[in-house]
């Protein structure tokens, strides 16, 4: 599955998962969420903001995760201080979310 970034025009791997394991027991983890706009509706994204690196949500009944740091091309260290790494923590971003590959997705859009 993919999902993509309206404002930035990025597409994102999302991967099938299991729900993560937000236990209220002592796990050396703080999680959070953010919310997101995915194809219309509100979406909770989760994530550990100890260990983590990827974000989790929930669409369709199903759990997909979800790297935060992404970009569509390898970027080097220069790249990523100036900016060219979108960070998916932050509120409101407006996503979709098709079904396909990024390798699919980004040679449609040429």
């Given at each position: 599955m993919v999902l993509f970034d309206?404002?930035?025009r990025l597409?994102?791997?999302a991967i099938n998962s299991a729900r993560p394991k937000m236990a209220p027991v002592r796990q050396?983890?703080?999680w959070g969420y953010v919310w997101k706009t995915v194809n219309g509706?509100?979406?909770k994204f989760w994530i550990d903001f100890r260990r983590g690196r990827y974000m989790y949500f929930e669409y369709g009944q199903k759990w997909y995760r979800v790297a935060y740091l992404q970009?569509?091309?390898r970027k080097s260290g220069h790249d990523v201080l100036d900016g060219a790494m979108?960070?998916?923590t932050v509120?409101?971003?407006r996503l979709l979310f098709m079904k396909g590959r990024i390798r699919r997705q980004a040679a449609l859009a040429v």
């Amino acid at each position: 599955m993919v999902l993509f970034d309206v404002k930035h025009r990025l597409y994102y791997e999302a991967i099938n998962s299991a729900r993560p394991k937000m236990a209220p027991v002592r796990q050396d983890r703080a999680w959070g969420y953010v919310w997101k706009t995915v194809n219309g509706e509100p979406v909770k994204f989760w994530i550990d903001f100890r260990r983590g690196r990827y974000m989790y949500f929930e669409y369709g009944q199903k759990w997909y995760r979800v790297a935060y740091l992404q970009a569509n091309e390898r970027k080097s260290g220069h790249d990523v201080l100036d900016g060219a790494m979108i960070d998916l923590t932050v509120d409101g971003h407006r996503l979709l979310f098709m079904k396909g590959r990024i390798r699919r997705q980004a040679a449609l859009a040429v």
